[in-house]
């Protein structure tokens, strides 16, 4: 056990070594090579623009966070709701699938101005984009984990009497919850691509509105101080599912630490 643990704080303290050194690297090159801010600023001087436009900035954050999270958990509901019908149903897979496939295909900055149209320009174009962008990894992936039980366990649960619903739901969702998370971890930052899209074409509100602006004023450290808050936004979103996948999937953590030992 302590040697597992061990071997996870080298892992942690190598991603924070890497990274320490990323930006050390990204500062010198910058002072070598006398690189002007308007073509790439240095850390530091992003977070000075952090630190001290952080008051304006803030109320842009909450609002892109806001707006990201609803898209998401719209997505994540639409996307568990597909899923089960089409991993529980193979002539619902027949019928679904291609379409989903094709809808994920179109550029999500295609729909961004019919979202305009319907609901003008604001916060919902931005959640629904949100909302788009997000739903084919949840869909996909839940119903992988539904089409990957056991056919002797259906029969035995059959055997018993269960229903189809009592099978999904007492087998199949739970067998599946791996690889929803799996879709929650890459379906959460594909939520900030949406909504920041959307901010950039149909909103006056956000950090992408902000990022739109800082760039046609030529403030590049500024455009880049918003991409560090997504960045972060992102970071910390991504870790939470992680660890919420740990907490309520553990069971599929043992071969990894089992590695590790």
């Known amino acids: ?17 890497a990274l320490i050194g990323f930006f050390l690297l990204w500062e010198a090159i910058c002072r070598i090579a006398g690189i002007s801010d308007l073509v790439l600023p240095r ?10 436009r952080m008051p304006v900035l803030w109320p842009h954050t909450v609002q892109t966070l806001y707006t990201t999270l609803v898209g998401f958990a719209l997505g994540v509901a639409a996307g568990v709701v597909i899923g089960a019908v089409i991993g529980s149903s193979k002539l619902a897979y027949d019928v679904a699938y291609p ?106 509100k956000g950090i992408g509105n902000v990022m739109m602006i800082a760039s046609g004023n030529f403030d590049v450290p500024l455009v880049f101080a918003g991409l560090l808050i997504l960045a972060l936004l992102g970071v910390a979103l991504y870790a939470l599912f992680a660890l919420l996948e740990m907490r ?3 069971w599929t953590q043992r071969k990894s630490e089992i590695a590790l030992a």
């Open 43 to 52: 850390p530091s001087q992003i977070l000075v623009v952090l630190v001290e």
């Open 1 to 17: 056990m302590n040697e597992t643990l061990s071997a996870q704080m080298r892992q942690r303290l190598l991603s924070a070594a």
């Open 99 to 204: 379409l989903l496939v094709g809808f994920s295909s179109i550029p999500k900055v295609a729909v961004v101005p019919i979202f305009v149209v319907w609901f003008g320009a604001g916060t919902v174009p931005a959640i629904l984009t949100s909302m788009v962008i997000s739903v084919f990894p949840v869909v996909v992936n839940v119903a992988t984990g539904l089409a990957t039980t056991e056919p002797e366990l259906e029969d035995v649960l059959k055997v018993l009497g269960a229903s189809k619903m009592d099978m999904l739901w007492n087998v199949g969702l739970p067998r599946a919850l791996p690889y929803l998370f799996a879709s929650l971890k890459i379906a959460i930052t594909l939520a900030f691509v949406g909504t920041v899209l959307s901010e950039t074409v149909a909103a006056n």
């Open 248 to 250: 309520l999937t553990g």
